[in-house]
């Protein structure tokens, strides 16, 4: 513990030596970027997968996952109060649990978003080749070079643009609500048949509900980055609690709503894996432009995730190595712009090295890296639990039911051969990375390179 708190100290330290980003963001900003960090291709698209896993049961699943994800900001916005001017969830890790579960978070979180990046431009791609007459490579290049430019400028630039990213992703959802209530009340729908005509309520089995919990869970995660992003504005600890008190029941009801819907609208057997279940139901009755509105929409959506994805990773890196935890290099601020170049500069690449495994290494490096994402996001999650549970002891029941909650789950994870696979990868690189964390703290901060 002795050397946890020098470590701790030294690095404290050398975060008040260093320069910091410039407060660009206003309240409006964190507020959409809360919302539009979670509501992305996972909801558009994904969602259809957790369908046709669980059928109509897959109402709970979305239910079970929104409670995990309500208590988990709530978690945020607790360790956000006890432990103020410690920078982003991460930092307050480090602060809650030691410096090698903080060390081993910061890394986790980081791999999560640069394998999440590396999708996303595959993705944005995918949607834009058609239009755009340059090789695939060259287009997943100009997307991340665009979306780093973006953030390069001013973090200010990178909130407008992610400001009306998430509006349209917003305006998207509460469009489809409006048509779908319009739908139901102009037309003759078996609502009745759709639901429970079909094998009923839990149509798979109980397993198939259970399983179906981790896929709702991931397409809910990313509101953490609204707590990074209000560490730039003027009153980050105030925002950090707004965003956190209002955004996962704002979601709950975005996403439950939508799913309950679609369900009423469409059985659930007639979804089709990896087709959009908005654009199904919109292209079922007939609602013109819907596949040209809902490809922008999804444009849109990865597009955010990669403007958000490009930020949060930059300022990780920015903050793990003010503490020592990644070179020194990374934590310089450029003058003008006021935001960490570097850092900026070298999660895209690293991204577009993911982007690029897709391709040669497919079936090795780029599979292992996406089959280890779930377990990663369950860890971070977990550890930002933990941290409310030691920081707080008021209403601590609320930590132990989020824990109770994510065990549930990983006994979901547990309970099919594939997330189970991915669950063991998960854990062996988790062990990995603990193990790297405790040499290089037995061995001190990374030393300063020289410019």
Not at 68 to 93: E, K, T, W, Y
Not at 176 to 199: K, R
Not at 212 to 224: C, D, K, Q, V
């Amino acid at each position: 513990m002795t050397h946890n708190h020098s470590y701790h100290n030294s690095s404290a330290m050398a975060v008040h030596d260093q320069q910091e980003p410039k407060k660009g963001l206003k309240t409006r900003h964190v507020s959409m970027i809360s919302l539009g960090g979670v509501i992305g291709a996972g909801l558009f698209v994904g969602s259809s997968g957790a369908i046709l896993t669980a059928g109509p049961s897959v109402i709970l699943s979305y239910l079970i996952a929104g409670a995990m994800m309500f208590l988990v900001n709530i978690s945020l916005r607790d360790i956000a109060r006890a432990a103020p001017g410690h920078g982003s969830f991460i930092s307050q890790i480090t602060y809650a649990l030691g410096a090698l579960p903080g060390f081993v978070a910061g890394w986790v979180y980081w791999l999560i978003w640069i394998t999440v990046l590396g999708v996303e431009v595959i993705a944005s791609a995918s949607l834009m080749a058609p239009y755009i007459p340059l090789p695939f490579a060259a287009i997943e290049f100009l997307i991340l070079a665009f979306m780093t430019g973006i953030n390069l400028l001013s973090v200010r630039h990178y909130g407008e643009f992610e400001y009306w990213f998430a509006m349209i992703k917003v305006v998207a959802i509460v469009g489809f609500i409006a048509i779908s209530v319009y739908l139901l009340g102009t037309h003759t729908v078996p609502v009745q048949e759709n639901l429970f005509g079909h094998g009923g309520f839990l149509p798979q089995g109980l397993l198939a509900f259970m399983a179906a919990i981790p896929t709702a869970l991931f397409s809910m995660t990313g509101s953490e980055v609204a707590t990074i992003a209000a560490l730039e504005t003027d009153e980050p600890d105030r925002n950090i609690a707004r965003v956190t008190r209002t955004v996962a029941v704002r979601l709950l009801v975005f996403y439950l709503t939508s799913i309950i819907l679609i369900l009423c609208l469409m059985p659930w057997s007639d979804q089709e894996q990896g087709v959009s279940p908005f654009l199904a139901v919109l292209n079922r009755f007939h609602v013109p432009y819907a596949a040209t509105a809902m490809g922008l929409v999804i444009l849109s959506a990865t597009l955010s995730t990669l403007n958000s994805g490009v930020y949060a990773t930059s300022r990780v890196v920015f903050e793990m190595a003010q503490r020592g935890d990644m070179p020194r290099f990374f934590c310089t601020v450029s003058g003008r712009a006021g935001v960490p170049r570097r850092a900026i500069l070298a999660s895209a690449m690293a991204a577009l090295l993911v982007s690029g495994c897709a391709a040669f290494s497919p079936h090795l490096i780029f599979a292992f890296l996406v089959s280890i994402v779930g377990t990663f996001v369950m860890f971070y999650n977990t550890l930002i639990v933990c941290s409310r549970i030691r920081l707080c002891t008021a209403q601590a029941w609320k930590g132990w039911l989020a824990l109770g909650l994510l065990a549930t789950a990983l006994a979901a994870m547990m309970s099919v051969a594939e997330t189970r696979y991915q669950l063991g990868i998960g854990v062996a690189a988790l062990c990995c990375m603990a193990f790297g964390g405790w040499v290089r703290l037995r061995g001190g901060p990374m030393p300063q390179q020289q410019n």
